[in-house]
């Protein structure tokens, strides 16, 4: 039985669907990113798990049953809250004991040791939050979501109000605490890395829409559609618009003044516009013309360290951004050169529609 | 700490010291003459310099008072126990329909609900006097003239907009979320009201309660017209110090100190609660 089921979940705000008829299964023990831009409606989506609103259409199951309409408090939902919202007048370890003290459980003591242990913050059970740093609110948080075992967990963006140092020891961390119990973890973040880094699948929630939900790999390799594409990697996808030309049986895109093949031309309508994608990292530079290389200046170059984003600019006014590892690097500001990326790297996308076109290669190679 | 310059800080003091000498001067004078007798305060030149006396005390306490036309009968410390039972029953009602109704406010949308927190706020400048009378008649029909509850009732209209409007504030302060987090720990609403919500809105409850004490103490007309002599608090009493033989200033001063002491005594120690709940800055995340 599903741990969490939210059955075409719809929520209108005004004018505006802030939920559109939202469909995800979430199995005991998974932990499913809800990732999106701010504004799409990942925090309302988690209100309306948690009985803070209820939806205007459709269901929401915990462990095949509808909690719609449920107190919050029957619910059997933990959950942390982005501000933290800990208990100002009380201890950490009340705020973590209040869970429990509800249920009026006996060995909350024992309890509440074993989970403080558990997220290193034993030593400042004993003071308020206001003596707490931003690290130590945000796991006394976490311990008091966590502590019930609820079938339901519930994260709101818990990393984005804490330093990035602790923010990727606790990526490292949450996900084997997450999967400590059996809950269904929904976990709400705006940055596409650490849904990378914590989920098992990730759901796109784009305008009150899903997306897509699917792996981490198979999001940022196959994106169902330009939307999705453009929201994950860091510097974002290239993209360029392009009706492909059919020669000889094989589909060619015009761009910025060279021909790139794209495959086999009996694989997609070729008179049609679509948007060509490719990742910075699957750019090639180098010296040599070519007629399926497309000639460039090179305008900028930002070392980062483990790898140096080149900002380029096309003869047709176009730039683009490439990743390079730095020891592959040879150039400097003002080369001219030349861009060339595989068959296998292109992604293409309707231009209307913007959803995923898949492409011959694709086809052959699964 | 920012540096400032010797004459900066001397300028600073002696400013400080003309504004608590021009503030309490009139209380300190009122002091003075609670302990002279109605000779040495008329004397002219007034000094500074005289002997004190206790009489003033004496007669207030034993409810005799000697002027040159004779003993006269006061009621004073009866009017002081009136004042302390009906602002304190007053402010204790205010609090008890207050508090939930400021929650409701601060919480929930609902049809109206700006329109009647405005309209009981309104009560606070519309002048007394203008609902006196029909509430006279009022009270009257409905046998609560010259009672407790009448006039602990009629100040509802100063205490319960005050308590409302200051503490909607506070509990608008408090993040819903922390009460969200506190329901789906397994609490009732009710249970997140009165040991998240109102704990966390104490200062303002505490800084509510003691403002509309202090003007239900202060409060005249009311009383003046809805009490007879054994229900009039303090305000209305002090009114039988002006006597066929004069005013006895003396003991009216004394009648002043011993009426402000109350409400200066709740002050003090209220403020501890409202510094506090200054300190507290945890609300906020």
Not at chain 1, 228 to 236: I, K, M, N, Q
Not at chain 1, 322 to 340: E, G, H, M, S, Y
Not at chain 2, 27 to 36: C, D, E, K, N, R
Request: proline share 5%; glycine share 8%; charged share 20%.
């Amino acid at each position: 039985m599903a741990g969490l089921e939210i059955k075409s979940v719809t929520k209108v705000f005004g004018a505006v669907r802030t939920a559109d008829s939202l469909s995800l299964v979430v199995e005991p023990g998974e932990i499913v990113a809800v990732f999106g831009p701010s504004g799409g409606g990942k925090t309302v989506l988690l209100r309306m798990i948690a009985g803070m609103f209820e939806p205007d259409e459709g269901d929401i199951l915990v462990g095949g049953r509808s909690i719609v309409g449920a107190l919050p408090e029957r619910r059997g939902i933990g959950m942390a809250f982005q501000n933290f919202a800990l208990f100002p007048h009380m201890t950490a370890r009340d705020n973590i004991a209040s869970g429990l003290r509800a249920k009026g459980r006996a060995d909350a003591a024992s309890r509440v040791q074993a989970i403080s242990r558990l997220l290193k913050i034993e030593h400042v059970l004993g003071h308020m939050p206001r003596e707490l740093s931003n690290g130590q609110k945000q796991r006394t948080a976490l311990a008091r979501a966590l502590i019930g075992n609820p079938d339901v967990l519930l994260l709101d963006d818990p990393l984005r109000n804490v330093d990035a140092k602790l923010r990727y020891e606790m990526r490292l961390e949450l996900p084997s605490l997450l999967r400590r119990g059996t809950a269904a973890v929904l976990y709400v973040t705006q940055d596409y890395r650490e849904a990378m880094a914590i989920a098992d699948r990730i759901a796109v929630l784009v305008g009150g829409r899903l997306e897509q939900i699917a792996s981490p790999d198979e999001i940022y390799l196959s994106p169902a559609s330009v939307a999705v594409a453009r929201l994950f990697g860091d510097p974002s996808i290239n993209l360029a618009e392009t009706t492909p030309l059919v020669e000889h049986g094989t589909l060619f895109a015009a761009i910025s003044g060279a021909r790139m093949p794209l495959g086999m031309a009996d694989t997609l309508p070729a008179d049609r516009p679509y948007w060509l994608g490719v990742r910075p990292e699957d750019l090639g530079i180098s010296f040599s013309a070519g007629e399926d290389a497309m000639p460039a200046r090179v305008l900028a170059i930002t070392p980062m360290h483990e790898k140096a984003v080149l900002l380029l600019r096309f003869e047709d006014g176009k730039e683009w951004l490439a990743a390079l590892r730095p020891d592959a690097l040879n150039v400097v500001a003002d080369d001219a050169v030349f861009v060339r990326f595989a068959q296998e790297a292109v992604q293409l996308f309707d231009r209307e529609t913007g959803l995923r076109v898949s492409l011959s290669h694709r086809r052959q190679a699964a | 700490m920012e540096h400032e310059s010797l004459a900066g800080r001397i300028f600073r003091g002696v400013a400080l010291t003309l504004i608590l000498v021009f503030f309490m001067f009139p209380i300190a004078w009122i002091l003075l003459m609670s302990f002279q007798t109605n000779e040495q305060i008329l004397r002219i030149p007034p000094r500074l310099l005289f002997e004190p006396t206790l009489a003033n005390y004496e007669a207030l306490i034993s409810g005799q008072l000697h002027t040159a036309a004779g003993n006269l009968e006061i009621t004073f410390m009866r009017n002081l126990w009136n004042s302390l039972v009906l602002s304190s029953g007053a402010v204790a009602l205010a609090l008890l329909l207050g508090v939930p109704a400021a929650y409701a406010f601060a919480r929930f949308k609902f049809r109206l609900g700006e329109t009647i927190a405005f309209t009981l706020l309104s009560f606070r400048f519309a002048p007394p006097l203008l609902v006196l009378l029909p509430l006279s008649l009022y009270y009257q029909e409905l046998g609560l003239n010259d009672t407790y509850f009448g006039i602990v009732w009629v100040y509802q209209l100063i205490a319960l907009p005050l308590i409302l409007w200051i503490v909607r504030g506070y509990f608008e302060d408090i993040s819903p979320d922390i009460e969200h987090a506190y329901r789906l720990a397994g609490h009732s609403w009710r249970e997140a009201f009165t040991r998240i919500a109102v704990p966390l809105a104490g200062p303002g409850i505490a800084a509510a309660g003691l403002l509309s004490f202090i003007f239900c103490w202060n409060n005249f007309v009311f009383a003046l017209i809805l009490a007879s002599a054994d229900k009039q608090p303090v305000t209305v009493g002090a009114l039988a110090f002006v006597t066929a033989s004069g005013i006895q200033y003396g003991q009216i001063a004394a009648a002043i100190v011993l009426s402000v002491t109350p409400t200066l005594l709740l002050a003090l120690y209220a403020q501890r609660y409202l510094v506090e709940g200054l300190s507290l800055g945890a609300v906020k995340g």
